[in-house]
């Protein structure tokens, strides 16, 4: 973990700060003020979720790209960060969730506060992220059970005709049940956690060593 004084807190411009828990706080930074420093930190803790590598051109690509950029931090450590973006697909205004990771020391209860925060910089009826880990799922489905969105595909992998659009208007190579193959080109994390419980049937075809991802829509007002 890194202090913020060490990739130049000096120049960077915080848009807004939030607490989450007694001991960590989020902050949404103006990312026209972000060091190099601070890509590297981020890219150097993708790895450590990871558990390998991560090309550093693919952070540095995605924390140009994306609308809102904010940082997980515990005290002047950064411990997390995420990016969100924008989008409008099949007609529908989306907060696309493209990105978060959290230091292994700072996780537990973290992700769905963390969400929120994420969530109230682009308040959008539509929430969508993608991804080959069974966990994330876990995750997204309890933020949007909090926050009042109805997720697809649910645990028996239903989807409906909005969020099978929406999944095809995001990957157009997205199938029914809004899984798209190969849409990473390779398995992201060292070890991609296995599925349990409930959501067990609905990872059964994806295979994450050959790029595979999951597409989840979360939709309310519907």
Request: contains cysteine.
């Amino acid at each position: 973990m890194v202090l913020l004084r060490k990739i130049g807190e000096n120049r960077m411009k915080v848009i807004r700060k939030s607490s989450i828990s007694t001991q960590l706080d989020v902050v949404t930074i103006d990312k026209g003020s972000g060091s190099s420093a601070l890509v590297r930190e981020l890219n150097h803790l993708t790895a450590l979720c990871f558990g390998k590598e991560v090309p550093l051109v693919e952070t540095e690509e995605r924390f140009a790209q994306s609308d809102v950029v904010q940082l997980l931090l515990a005290g002047e450590e950064v411990v997390g960060y995420s990016f969100n973006d924008r989008l409008r697909l099949a007609g529908r205004d989306v907060n696309y969730f493209s990105s978060c990771f959290v230091h292994p020391d700072h996780r537990g209860g973290v992700y769905v506060p963390f969400n929120r925060a994420r969530y109230r910089e682009i308040p959008e009826d539509v929430v969508v992220t993608r991804t080959q880990n069974p966990r994330i799922y876990a995750g997204f489905q309890r933020f949007c059970a909090e926050e009042g969105f109805r997720l697809f595909p649910d645990v028996k992998g239903m989807v409906s005709a909005d969020s099978r659009a929406i999944a095809h208007a995001f990957a157009a190579d997205c199938n029914q049940d809004q899984i798209c193959r190969g849409i990473y080109g390779r398995e992201l994390m060292a070890d991609t956690p296995r599925a349990y419980g409930s959501i067990t049937s609905l990872f059964e075809n994806i295979r994450p060593e050959q790029g595979d991802a999951i597409v989840l829509v979360g939709m309310r007002n519907l």
